[in-house]
């Protein structure tokens, strides 16, 4: 009863237990581009050339803006410093003109002068307090609008500019994808390589400790040496430390490849390639348009829109060399106001005009400047054409290679046959007793090389597809 209990128990266990994720190559680069730091911040980046491409746009419309002020004065303000008495006219008909109002001496009837100035008979008073006005608090308000009429193709320039940024921003973004793909690729097959080697390694200790075992049975027998049990137990010995190190790699392969998928490094999962006989891709077309390639680069696509920014950026220097003109209007208020007399209430008005300005003269600084921007662009012309001849020897290069490794894998291919035959003709003659414990061992030896240099050979084909696929610009992702 009790192992029944246990049965069931190991079971149950059995059912519940999370079954072991499997990733495809695929899923390995979704998880990776969805996770990744830089990614993310490129992506950020091109969010941010968003925001300033709509900054750009809004130029062209007018830009509303309110302002208000407040001051405190400490004193009030007067227009006279005490009170003012001013003469008066009366109208005279007889020159048909205003005569001063003026005193007249009886005795001479000449108007009575006082310390050289003539004294009126009748004045005009103005009180000081008249002329003293509360500024104690002052407000001031005014909403102004300013649309810009012409600026010299300053705000096209600028649009420009910025879409070409945005477009910049969004290249930047692929280019790290395709190098975070191709870095996922490369670990991905790391892993299935590994896995395999560690399944050759596994197959390789079933072989070595088998013919230890047979020597072993033939040293009892008085058929062998036992230098050449020694000879074996070496080979095991180092067939069991190989093993080691494989498993040890897959580990690391593993943690390494986690990682780059934003995963937990001690995170178990399989990928969906180890155990598969056959590791091989299609081949790449042979012919080869770099016009094409061009055109597909994200890194010339970059150096391009970088040579259109330039270039919108003498224009930008150049309008600063042209008239500006701008139309502007405001409505305004204050308190106290002066619109119909001085006021401690809020007045309202509005005004309306144009802004025009000429540059005229800067010593050369303006025409010095959009000289500099022309070279700049210049430079970057330069560099996009060097850009293309490097491109143009990778494609070269990446395309050999590529060969240089189908070629090796059908090498390797025809090896891994001549491996097995040999190590088959190895074992029969060491049971019929025409060959020695060394002759299987070094079959052994050259089967196992066989088979890692095909799983090499295909891993390789495969990292030079995802290569050339990538400097092709034909990396699907």
């Known amino acids: 009863m009790r192992y029944f209990h246990l049965i069931l128990a190991l079971v149950f266990a059995s059912v519940v237990a999370p079954a072991q994720k499997v990733l495809s190559l695929d899923s390995c680069r979704s998880m990776a581009l969805r996770n990744n730091k830089e990614i993310k911040a490129a992506q950020v980046q091109q969010e941010i050339a968003s925001y300033q491409r709509q900054q750009a746009h809004a130029a062209y419309l007018p830009s509303v803006d309110f302002q208000g002020t407040y001051i405190y004065n400490s004193k009030k303000i007067s227009m006279v410093e005490k009170d003012e008495m001013l003469p008066t006219k009366s109208f005279n008909p007889a020159t048909g003109g205003y005569d001063y109002n003026l005193v007249v001496n009886p005795e001479t009837g000449q108007p009575l002068v006082v310390n050289g100035t003539p004294v009126p008979s009748t004045v005009a008073l103005l009180p000081k307090s008249a002329l003293t006005y509360n500024i104690h608090s002052v407000f001031a308000g005014a909403i102004t609008i300013t649309q810009p009429i012409y600026m010299g193709g300053k705000i096209k320039a600028m649009n420009e500019i910025t879409r070409y940024a945005e477009e910049l921003a969004r290249l930047a973004r692929d280019r790290k994808a395709e190098d975070l793909i191709y870095e996922v690729d490369a670990a991905y097959w790391q892993v299935v390589s590994l896995r395999a080697k560690q399944e050759l390694a596994k197959?390789?200790?079933?072989?070595?400790?088998?013919?230890?075992?047979?020597?072993?049975?033939?040293?009892e027998q008085g058929v062998a040496t036992k230098s050449t049990l020694l000879s074996v137990?070496?080979?095991?010995?180092?067939?069991?430390?190989?093993?080691?190190?494989?498993?040890?790699?897959?580990?690391?392969?593993?943690?390494?490849?986690?990682?780059?998928?934003?995963m937990p490094i001690n995170e178990q999962f399989e990928l969906a390639d180890e155990g598969s006989d056959d590791l091989m891709t299609?081949?790449?077309?042979?012919?080869?348009?770099?016009n094409e390639v061009y055109s597909r680069r994200a890194d010339v696509n970059s150096l391009v829109l970088a040579t259109k920014i330039y270039d919108e950026k003498a224009k930008v220097a150049r309008a600063e060399m042209m008239p500006t003109v701008a139309a502007i209007?405001?409505?305004h208020t204050s308190n106290p106001n002066m619109?119909?007399?001085f006021?401690?209430?809020?007045?309202?008005?509005?005004?309306?005009?144009?802004?025009v300005k000429i540059p005229l003269w800067h010593w050369g600084g303006l025409s010095n400047k959009y000289k500099e921007a022309k070279a700049e662009a210049r430079l970057k012309q330069l560099e996009l054409d060097n850009a293309k001849e490097k491109i143009e020897l990778q494609v070269r290069q990446a395309s050999f290679r590529y060969d240089e490794a189908?070629?090796?894998?059908?090498?390797?291919?025809?090896?891994?046959?001549?491996?097995n035959e040999n190590l088959r003709v190895a074992q029969i003659g060491f049971k019929e007793g025409v060959a020695t414990a060394d002759d299987v061992l070094t079959a052994q030896t050259a089967w196992l090389k066989a088979h890692s240099e095909k799983v090499d050979a295909e891993i390789d084909v495969r990292l030079c597809d995802v290569y050339l696929s990538k400097v092709l610009g034909t990396m699907k992702y």
């Open 282 to 290: 299609t081949l790449n077309p042979a012919h080869v348009d770099m």
């Open 203 to 219: 197959s390789y200790v079933e072989l070595v400790e088998a013919l230890d075992r047979d020597v072993a049975k033939m040293l």
């Open 233 to 262: 137990d070496v080979k095991v010995n180092e067939a069991h430390v190989d093993l080691t190190r494989v498993n040890n790699g897959v580990v690391l392969a593993r943690m390494l490849l986690a990682q780059l998928c934003g």
């Open 329 to 331: 209007g405001a409505a």
């Open 343 to 355: 006021k401690n209430r809020f007045g309202f008005g509005f005004s309306i005009g144009a802004i």
């Open 339 to 341: 619109y119909n007399g």
């Open 406 to 419: 189908y070629k090796t894998y059908e090498a390797t291919n025809a090896n891994l046959n001549e491996a």
